[in-house]
């Protein structure tokens, strides 16, 4: 079943298998299996550049992994873009195709900031349903 949440004005659904890990003020993260996670987070976005710095430091942060590759996204959802950045491990050793294993999500609105980590680093297909499940519900009050 979904459960209805808010985050700031962000309200999304999400499976109630993801069981909620840790609940601050400007942040969720929920866990559904090892190695499935989401974090959602926001706050004030106090630049033009603010997202192109966060994905920039995101690329920085896997550059040590040469089997990672990125790739940029701008979805519409419910009438919002959001970027997205996504790390995809390449064809390479038990791996024969592209396999996502985390995607970061972003977008500003109304002077906030909110990021969507997705980790699926065993390539669990049920965890991947029910997080696209869940963007579709991505929303603003």
Not at 66 to 77: A, S
């Amino acid at each position: 079943s979904d459960t209805h949440t808010r985050l700031g004005g962000l309200t999304y659904n999400l499976d109630s298998a993801f069981a909620l890990k840790s609940d601050s003020e400007g942040s969720k993260y929920y866990v559904y299996e090892s190695g499935c996670e989401i974090r959602i987070t926001y706050g004030a976005a106090n630049s033009d550049s603010f997202l192109d710095s966060y994905f920039n430091g995101i690329r920085e942060n896997f550059k040590n992994e040469e089997n990672y590759n990125f790739q940029n996204d701008t979805v519409k959802i419910n009438n919002n873009s959001w970027s997205s950045l996504s790390v995809m491990e390449m064809p390479n050793g038990n791996v024969t195709a592209p396999t996502l294993r985390y995607k970061y999500s972003s977008i500003v609105h109304n002077a906030s900031f909110y990021h969507i980590v997705f980790v699926n680093v065993n390539n669990d297909q049920e965890c991947l349903t029910m997080y696209n499940d869940f963007t579709n519900t991505l929303d603003f009050e």
